[in-house]
């Protein structure tokens, strides 16, 4: 790679400019001059400036993972991702302390920071994090554990949020941190009935998350309720819901037929622009490609019990 051979270079162009600003060039003949500091490499950036770094680095990725609909924004995005990684894993114990014991102006970033280690050594100051009283902290210890996604989270605390914290963006992650840990191999059965009653949440992103969370569960009962998120206006809502159907209806087999209803029933109310959403939906329910015309669909969804 390019990348090894060019670092070593321009080391070795810089560091004689550095002598020369500081010292004199030895004469010819005589010893360089020891200088212990020569092999090291730069001090870390103050926690301060990192801090503020990656919460800019942070809001850019959280941002572009929540609109990403391209392949080249969503490159962006783990490029992203792979940079807060590298910024702050040697960081950990610094990022603990400042969670702990730090400004809130530290202690905000550095809650969604510790996420982005995925390091275990996270999880339990962000499980701490969680009963924190400024809700800002709270919110990004959320990012956090769901970034850090790991199975063996506690998500009781966590679901307690999701359905009484009086923030909506609280809520909100609360709702994105119980279908990260989910999909990771968490126990989501203590979820369902609050999810359930969440897709009627007046903050749209809760409502499209519990109909994610619920298709994660398998929960057949919900598919009525799933089915009118998937006639609302408000797009990713709309997204969420028909993908959640079509993911009920692959994997539950009583949930088929009700799921298929819904989508081609949601054909009919939505904006043409998002009728490609459900035409998506009910191919991957269904397994092949009936085409563009709703006729078609409605014949095979009235057929399934």
Request: charged content about 25%; glycine content about 4%.
């Amino acid at each position: 790679m390019p990348t090894p051979p060019r670092a070593p270079i321009l080391l070795l162009l810089v560091l004689p400019l550095v002598g020369c600003a500081s010292t004199p060039d030895p004469k010819a003949g005589e010893p360089v001059p020891y200088d212990p500091n020569w092999a090291r490499t730069d001090a870390p950036e103050p926690i301060g400036k990192l801090l503020a770094t990656v919460d800019m680095s942070m809001r850019a990725w959280t941002k572009l993972v929540m609109s990403a609909q391209t392949e080249e924004e969503r490159r962006q995005a783990r490029g992203l991702e792979l940079d807060l990684m590298r910024r702050v894993r040697p960081r950990l114990t610094e990022l603990v302390h400042e969670l702990e014991n730090g400004p809130p102006a530290n202690r905000i970033p550095a809650a969604a920071a510790l996420g982005f280690t995925r390091t275990a050594e996270a999880q339990s100051p962000l499980l701490n994090a969680l009963h924190d009283p400024n809700a800002d902290v709270v919110n990004n210890a959320l990012i956090g554990l769901a970034v850090l996604q790991l199975a063996d989270t506690p998500i009781a605390t966590i679901a307690d949020l999701y359905a009484h914290h009086p923030e909506s963006y609280v809520r909100s992650n609360a709702a994105w941190a119980l279908r990260s840990l989910i999909e990771a191999g968490a126990d989501g059965t203590a979820v369902v009935e609050p999810a359930r009653l969440a897709l009627s949440d007046p903050e749209p992103f809760v409502r499209a998350q519990s109909a994610l969370i619920l298709a994660l569960q398998k929960d057949a009962e919900s598919v009525a309720a799933i089915g009118e998120l998937a006639r609302e206006s408000t797009p990713f809502v709309l997204i969420a819901a028909a993908e959640a159907l079509a993911q009920l209806g692959r994997e539950e087999p009583r949930a088929k037929g009700p799921a298929a209803r819904e989508l081609v029933r949601a054909w009919t109310h939505v904006d043409k622009k998002l009728q490609g959403v459900l035409r998506r939906a009910l191919i991957k329910l269904s397994g092949e490609n009936r085409g563009d015309k709703l006729e078609d669909w409605v014949e095979w969804a009235a057929k399934l019990p």
